[in-house]
Each structure stands twice: as structure tokens, then as C-alpha cells.
Antibody, heavy 119, light 111 residues
Framework: QVQLQESGPGLVKPSQTLSLTCTVSGGSISSGGYYWSWIRQHPGKGLEWIGYIFYSGSTYYNPSLQSRVTISEGTSKNQFSLKMRSVTAADTAVYYC???????????WGQGTEVTVSS | QSALTQPASVSGSPGQSITISCTGTSSDVGSYNLVSWYQQLPGKAPKLMIYEVNKRPSGVSNRFSGSKSGNTASLTISGLQAEDEADYYCCSYVGSSTFYVFGSGTKVTVL
């Protein structure tokens, strides 16, 4: 059973880069069975898909965030990461990593990590 | 791509049935049978309840069912229980440029 765990700084300064890692256990990003996404939830608000990486290394992003976001494989085959550049207070949110099929059935979620952008 | 439209809140008494709507457009909900529904308890990650409009993952109660008509998808919870009190979100595949859009969310209250 695949499990996911997000990690990274809980506080990022404005204009800096937010960096998060998702560690996959019980499976491997390279197995090809899942797509691997980042999703965020602003305080008290709904969910927003950020982007995904597939085992082939291909990535796709939400057009509204594409210019600031990079998703890549981590240093080990069971990790993938999110980098979001030039953050502002509007990027304050809980960030989730999730595994899903192409149709968007997000059936495995991490517990989420809260990120605050503040000086 | 705008968020799919859901009612802000829906309530019902224990044992009743409630339905949550998720309205999109002919470019998203209306074009693909790829609507999923998520239950989010306070402080927790979302949980997949329905996928591909009306399919239930293993372990999800059959009190949860999904359907779609035109540009609107629906989640029905029958035999409402106190444990169903949560936020619910729909999600639709919207094509290979934007991929996925979520609904605005609905708070379900069990009276």
C-alpha cells in the first residue's frame, strides 16, 4: 500500500523559493502505476491542483502557476519534489502530495504540510 | 479555468439522503466521465469517495453514490450519519492543458 509524506520548511520569506519533498513508501515513482501530484489548500478554502510528474519524467502544471513551479524527481527514486519561486503571502497554504490515475482519481494523499509565507 | 460550482452547505437529519451538486461547463464536467469526489474531515487530508462519476473505491460505504447529467455531477449520501459531517469536494479532468479542477467545496452538516 502506497503511503506519502510531505516534508519541508513551514516558513518561507516573501520572494524566496518554497521547496517541499514527498517521500513515497510502499511503492516507487518509477513503477509507472501512478501519476504524482502536488495540490494545495489555502486557509479555509478549496483545493488547487499544482502539477504532476509521471515516471517517465514528464511534468504538467496548472497554467496559473506554471511560470513559478517545478516538479522533479528527488534524489532517491522514492521521492519527488516541488519548487515554487518568488512566493508571496498568497502562497500560504497546506501543501499535499497525492498519487492518482490519469483521470484524476487522487486515491493516495499525504497528511499535508502547512507552509506560511511571511517575513 | 474556474473552480467547479458547489453549494456552500448542505444539511440533513440522520437517516436522510442528501445530494451535493457540482456544476461545470461543457468543457469539463460535460465532456468527460472523469469526475471524482472527496471527503475532508477537519484537519485531515481529503479521501477519495467516488471516481469516474459513479465508481466507489474499495472500502467506501455504498451509502455514497455518484451520478452526472450534462454539465452537473452529483454526490448522494443516503442514510446520513453523524460521521458523514465533513467538507466534500468534486474534481473533474478538464483536458490536457489544465488537467484537473476542483469544486468550491460543500460543508455537510448532520442536524
Amino acid at each position: 500500500q502506497v503511503q506519502l509524506q510531505e516534508s519541508g520548511p513551514g516558513l518561507v520569506k516573501p520572494s524566496q523559493t518554497l521547496s517541499l519533498t514527498c517521500t513515497v513508501s510502499g511503492g516507487s515513482i518509477s513503477s509507472g502505476g501512478y501519476y504524482w501530484s502536488w495540490i494545495r489548500q489555502h486557509p479555509g478554502k478549496g483545493l488547487e491542483w499544482i502539477g504532476y510528474i509521471f515516471y517517465s519524467g514528464s511534468t504538467y502544471y496548472n497554467p496559473s502557476l506554471q511560470s513559478r513551479v517545478t516538479i522533479s524527481e528527488g534524489t532517491s527514486k522514492n521521492q519527488f519534489s516541488l519548487k515554487m519561486r518568488s512566493v508571496t503571502a498568497a502562497d500560504t497554504a497546506v501543501y499535499y502530495c497525492a498519487a492518482h490515475d490519469y483521470g484524476g482519481a487522487f486515491d493516495v494523499w499525504g497528511q499535508g504540510t502547512e507552509v506560511t509565507v511571511s517575513s | 479555468q474556474s473552480a467547479l460550482t458547489q453549494p456552500a452547505s448542505v444539511s440533513g437529519s440522520p437517516g436522510q439522503s442528501i445530494t451535493i451538486s457540482c456544476t461545470g461547463t461543457s468543457s469539463d464536467v460535460g465532456s468527460y466521465n472523469l469526475v471524482s469526489w472527496y471527503q475532508q474531515l477537519p484537519g485531515k487530508a481529503p479521501k477519495l469517495m467516488i471516481y469516474e462519476v459513479n465508481k466507489r473505491p474499495s472500502g467506501v460505504s455504498n451509502r455514497f453514490s455518484g451520478s452526472k447529467s450534462g454539465n452537473t455531477a452529483s454526490l448522494t449520501i443516503s442514510g446520513l450519519q453523524a460521521e458523514d459531517e465533513a467538507d466534500y469536494y468534486c474534481c473533474s479532468y478538464v483536458g490536457s492543458s489544465t488537467f484537473y479542477v476542483f469544486g468550491s467545496g460543500t460543508k455537510v452538516t448532520v442536524l
